[in-house]
């Protein structure tokens, strides 16, 4: 049984600073894009970022760009989030996943149970 956990939520003030960790158990997922996605009150869940597994190629969110950085470790099965100058607009419930590629679009599956993340102005 596949296993994503996420950690590392919390409240922070406009301009701060979280680190997302996601832990995956019960699969190695070493040769799938693993991503990022986001779910704020009253709207649908959205593609944050994405990293692949050879090159680590990423893929960001246009309004993440420069402030959020992911990354993985292959080798223990994790994945970060690195959030930089938050803004109140980056609060949600942040969901780790499975990430694929749909034309232009991203798509995650195996979710893990989110962590939320609240920016205060």
């Known amino acids: 049984q596949v296993q994503l956990v996420e950690s590392g939520g919390g409240l922070v003030q406009a301009g701060g600073s979280l680190r997302l960790s996601c832990a995956v158990s019960?699969?190695?997922?070493?040769?799938?894009?693993m991503g990022w996605f986001r779910q704020a009150p009253g709207l649908e869940r959205e593609f944050v970022a994405t990293?692949?597994?050879?090159?680590?190629?990423?893929y960001y969110k246009d309004s993440v760009k420069g402030r959020f950085t992911i990354s993985r470790d292959n080798a223990k099965n994790t994945v970060n989030l690195q959030m930089n100058s938050l803004k109140p607009e980056d609060t949600a419930v942040y969901y780790c996943?499975?990430?694929?590629?749909?034309?232009?679009?991203?798509?995650?599956?195996?979710w893990g149970q989110g962590t939320q993340v609240t920016v205060a102005s």
């Open positions: 996943a499975r990430a694929l590629q749909a034309g232009s679009r991203w798509l995650g599956d195996y």
């Open positions: 019960g699969r190695t997922f070493s040769y799938y894009h």
């Open positions: 990293i692949g597994w050879g090159s680590g190629t990423t």
